[in-house]
Nanobody
Framework: VQLQASGGGLVQAGGSLRLSCAASGRTINSYDMGWFRQAPGKERDFVARISQSGSSTYYADSVKGRFTISRDNAKNTVYLQMSSLKPEDTAVYYC???????????????WGQGTLVTVSS
């Protein structure tokens, strides 16, 4: 499966953005899906994960209550709604398909090109 993230941009602190991850090549309904982010000079960190049906979601503590992951299997797309953004949310955001359980990078694959989110103070 090929994944392409979009929707990033420049936003002021406290603002909102919605990221999209469009899949091609095969359907995503047989995969859990996830979002990660990588700030300059830092490791790629887990943000959120959603189950195949969308009935279960998991979040990093740093984004819990502010970000919402969702999916539309009919559109082969995963979303990340980000609210109450903070400067420390600035990063390149990546979507990926889960090939194993857990919340670490090695549980995921088919990394798409990321989308840059910049939050100004």
């Amino acid at each position: 499966v090929q994944l392409q993230a979009s929707g990033g941009g420049l936003v002021q602190a406290g603002g909102s953005l919605r990221l999209s991850c469009a899949a091609s090549g095969r359907t995503i309904n047989s995969y859990d899906m996830g979002w990660f982010r990588q700030a300059p000079g830092k490791e790629r960190d887990f943000v959120a994960r959603i189950s195949q049906s969308g009935s279960s979601t998991y979040y990093a503590d740093s984004v819990k209550g502010r970000f919402t992951i969702s999916r539309d299997n009919a559109k082969n797309t995963v979303y990340l709604q980000m609210s109450s953004l903070k400067p420390e949310d600035t990063a390149v955001y990546y979507c990926a398909a889960a090939y194993a359980s857990g919340y670490i990078k090695t549980s995921f694959g088919s990394w798409g090109q990321g989308t840059l989110v910049t939050v100004s103070s």
